[in-house]
């Protein structure tokens, strides 16, 4: 039983993680529409430049180099919307072309990546691990503070949308662009300002990852994509709250399946939910309507 | 309204729909569509804007499932099936914003369209190339002549996302013809075109009801109603408000009031 | 055999294999319109089992994996391509039956994540990350070969294997069931209100297309004899689509075209350079870079690629006009002005 609850200790843990990256990938799809498919390079770039912050240059306590590495991220992902990806979803109709785009750049940010850094394993300089027990569950100090900030995040972004003009501005947006900017919304610069959140989402996704694992690798961030993916579109689709939802039921589902299963393969857990869903309940939990 | 001893026939009608409803998000489109749609002859689908026409038509087409209702297609119940299910039957569409499938040639957008053509098997392309050849040939000179009456045969080998607006409808029309249906649906055939142009599609409208085509026409452009419509049904607000004769109706109060008297009575009769 | 002459073979019968590559994909990408991200996974499948066909018994091998049927050329190849459709036929009805593109694209990447993960784990499938080895050269003792001669044979094999797969795709290409998927590609709601099963329509060009992509993989492991997961990280997929972007989509011709920009000139010439001392892989790095920068190039100023897909004329014409055309003015019942309809139709 210990072994479980352990696993349910760890699986708020995940789910952190997957909930600052879920959002970060919802908030942009609900405004462009289309799926970035290099988000998981994104996490990792940004784990790498908070990296940099950390160890390589500035030798920052982590967590500010995070919040560094993370707005750095932010800015990348707003010029990568500005000189490519826009462009390219302004001049075709089809998707499928922006989406073939970003399937390029996660190739290019991979291989970036690894021409600057190489394929070996890094780490974060972190001040000496402390485990707590809180209730039944075994958690470091350092899975607690990325707890803190997923939870932070999370309101904040709530927050957000429900009371501030922009966030009214970005949800009208995701229901319907054209009647959005014939409102009067500047959907130009709403889109710059979700596309700077999202890439800081997935700067900060990303270096947590790197926390929690204890170290940084070039591809872990795509490999990690098809999880974020799953818990996006069992919460349903366009729907914020809907990833929020979503990432707590993956991020719980794949740690404690670690209980009962080879944990080599639980990332793969993910994928069968994903899946089920799809086959059972194809619009997921909190799907928004238009978005299915 | 129809006799309900006929309105389940079928056999008479080529198509019928009974109470079909419809809502979209909260909003209802369709609350109560019935109507029968006689064999061989041209009816129109007319109603105030918002009275759900198109949404009728592509639940008929079996593009929408409808919330509840039913409809039948020569006497089959045809209720929710989909769209190339009803199509196989005989019932074909095209739309108010033309589709026309642009990488193709216009000669290709007409080929597309007769079904169980021996060269969309794989077996037959490999191992009966014969008759896989011949069907072809002999679709191509149907196609070919359809393009010609159609004053398209110029355009055959032009992309047909190449087309001017006009020059689409036609093809819209024609790839219709070519699939030589029993059924044709058409959503808003005059919908933004030139009136000499109108003219011409009414023209076709009539010869295709002579080669004893049934035709069910949404349709806004009361003059062409007049002329070559034989039947008329109205909807408003998203149920069927009255059926018969143009000019019966425009006598009747309560579709003249679902027009606000507006275009009902307007433009000149002849 | 000099060094040089290793380096041309090789490169011939990977312009082969991806030609084959390119084609399956482009049967179900530039024909039909499916973006099927997962299309390494295809090749990946149909490679491997190529492998366990024709490997003999794994006891004792050092290796483990699953049959071991030891099984002649060209007997496992096929049964590689059979298998990539296998799967295709399970991807077809669980996503593509339900998904519109952008989430059918989201659970294929994924399918091709979750493929590698798991076969790069579970050992006893596929020998995990260590790879299928040794596996018998094709018809080897048939016709003698030393592992000199291999070469340029097989490099021959696949040319004529790739041949054959190209009749068979033009043959397909220009039939009426070509047509069909290219309307379906062009507008399914249309290609169903004509008649068209699209579901059954997007389950054969999967299944073929899944078809080339195995027996594509299947002769990259007879070609090198061992075939293992660096081979066919997820982001390979891109690779291929960049080659049937670049060489033109739509278009058998261009399927060789970009088979020989891009895999040959720019995937494996490089790799014959020699190594950067200090940075070992980096020019592989900058290489698929570049094959990515390449790809956004030319979507932005020649989406149609190199080679464009071709307009397919009618191949007869009409004898006789006796109906109006447009210049004509004999029209219909209806009396028309006969000027306007030429002004609106011109």
């Known amino acids: 039983m210990t072994l479980f609850w352990l696993s349910v200790g760890f699986g708020f843990v995940t789910a952190s993680v997957l909930t600052i990256s879920a959002v970060g990938l919802s908030l942009q799809f609900g405004i462009t529409n289309y799926i970035n498919f290099a988000y998981g390079d994104f996490m990792a770039l940004g784990a790498y430049f908070t990296y940099v912050l950390n160890a390589e240059f500035f030798h920052l306590n982590v967590w500010v180099a995070l919040v560094g590495g993370s707005l750095l991220m932010g800015i990348l992902a707003v010029l990568l919307n500005q000189f490519l990806l826009s462009p390219f979803a302004r001049r075709f109709n089809k998707t499928f072309y922006v989406m073939i785009v970003t399937f390029g750049l996660s190739l290019i940010i991979l291989n970036v990546i690894y021409s600057i850094w190489g394929p070996d394993v890094r780490t974060y300089v972190m001040p000496l691990e402390r485990v707590v027990h809180v209730g039944p569950f075994l958690l470091t100090r350092d899975q607690i503070i990325v707890m803190f900030v997923a939870i932070v995040m999370m309101l904040a972004i709530h927050l957000m949308l429900k009371t501030t003009r922009l966030g009214k501005s970005m949800r009208a947006m995701s229901d319907n662009t054209t009647l959005a900017m014939t409102s009067g919304i500047d959907t130009r610069r709403i889109t710059t300002i979700t596309w700077f959140l999202s890439g800081t989402m997935a700067g900060l996704a990303g270096s947590v990852l790197g926390i929690t694992e204890g170290n940084l690798t070039p591809a872990a961030g795509e490999l990690f994509l098809f999880v974020i993916f799953a818990a996006v579109i069992v919460g349903g689709v366009g729907s914020i709250y809907g990833a929020m939802a979503g990432a707590v039921l993956i991020g719980m589902a794949t740690e404690v399946s670690a209980a009962f299963i080879n944990p080599e393969y639980k990332l793969d857990v993910a994928f069968v939910i994903l899946i089920l869903t799809l086959l059972f309940r194809p619009s997921g939990l909190f799907a928004r309507p238009g978005k299915g | 309204m129809t006799d309900p001893a006929m309105s389940l026939a079928g056999a008479e009608y080529a198509l019928n729909c009974e109470d079909l409803t419809k809502s979209f998000q909260g909003v209802m489109a369709v609350t109560g569509a019935t109507f029968d749609v006689p064999r061989g002859m041209i009816t129109a ?202 000019s019966e109706l425009r006598a009747n109060a309560e579709v003249v009031q679902a027009y606000l008297g507006e275009v009902i009575n307007a433009g000149p009769t002849r | 055999m000099s060094a040089f002459w290793y380096y041309v073979f090789t490169l011939v019968f990977f312009l082969f294999d991806y030609f084959i590559l390119a084609m399956g994909l482009n049967i179900q990408y530039g024909e039909t319109g499916i973006l099927n991200f997962a299309y390494i996974g295809f090749v990946a499948i149909g490679s491997y089992i190529t492998g366990v066909t024709s490997l003999p018994s794994s006891a004792g091998t050092g290796q483990q994996y699953i049959l071991g049927w030891g099984l002649p050329f060209p007997i496992n190849l096929l049964l590689g391509g059979l298998a990539a459709s296998a799967l295709a036929v399970l991807v077809a009805f669980i996503a593509l039956r339900r998904l519109r593109t952008d989430y059918l694209a989201v659970v294929l990447i994924s399918l091709s994540l979750v493929l590698y993960d798991v076969i790069n784990n579970y050992v006893p499938l596929f020998n995990g990350a260590d790879g299928l080895y040794n596996v018998p050269e094709p018809l080897a003792g048939f016709f003698k070969l030393t592992t000199n001669s291999f070469i340029p044979f097989f490099a021959a094999v696949s040319g004529v294997v790739a041949l054959i797969l190209w009749w068979v795709m033009h043959r397909i290409t220009n039939a009426p069931l070509g047509r069909t998927f290219r309307a379906i590609r062009d507008d399914d709601g249309v290609a169903a209100a004509l008649g068209k099963g699209v579901f059954r329509y997007q389950l054969t060009s999967m299944i073929i297309g899944a078809f080339y992509a195995g027996v594509g993989g299947g002769l990259i492991i007879q070609f090198g004899g061992s075939f293992n997961p660096t081979a066919w990280l997820p982001g390979e997929t891109f690779v291929v689509f960049a080659v049937i972007i670049v060489g033109g989509v739509g278009n058998n011709v261009g399927m060789l075209v970009g088979a020989l920009l891009v895999e040959t000139l720019l995937i494996h010439l490089p790799a014959f350079l020699p190594a ?63 000027t306007a309809a030429a002004q609106e139709i011109a």
């Open chain 2, 45 to 246: 689908l007319i109603g105030p804007n918002g009275a759900g026409k198109t949404t009728v038509v592509n639940i008929l087409s079996g593009m929408m499932r409808s919330d509840s209702g039913r409809m039948t297609v020569d006497g089959i119940d045809v209720t929710n099936w989909e769209s190339f299910k009803i199509a196989r039957l005989g019932l074909m569409r095209t739309f108010q914003l033309s589709r026309e499938l642009g990488g193709l040639t216009v000669l290709e957008n007409l080929l597309v369209a007769p079904q169980h053509q021996s060269g969309e098997s794989l077996f037959n392309i490999f191992f009966r190339p014969g008759r896989t050849k011949r069907e072809e040939l002999a679709n191509t000179e149907r196609a070919l002549e359809i393009l010609n009456t159609y004053g398209l045969y110029e355009l055959r080998d032009s992309r047909a996302r190449e087309l001017s607006g006009g020059q689409k409808k036609l093809l819209e029309i024609a790839r219709g013809i070519m699939a030589a249906p029993k059924i044709l649906l058409l959503d808003e055939p005059m919908a933004g075109v030139n009136p000499a142009l109108i003219d011409r599609i009414g023209g076709y409208i009539l010869d295709l009801k002579a080669q004893g085509m049934t035709i069910l026409m949404v349709e806004h452009n009361l003059n062409v109603v007049e002329k070559i419509c034989d039947h008329v049904i109205v909807l408003a607000e998203g149920r069927t408000l009255a059926t018969g004769r143009l």
């Open chain 3, 276 to 338: 950067i001392p200090g940075h070992p892989g980096l020019i592989e790095y900058v290489d698929t870079m570049v094959v990515g920068v390449l790809l956004m190039v030319m979507l932005w100023f020649r989406p149609q690629g190199v080679v464009p897909e071709r307009i397919r004329r009618s191949p007869i014409s009409l004898a006789k006009r006796s109906a109006p055309t447009i210049i004509d003015a004999t029209v219909p019942p209806e009396s028309v002005d006969t």
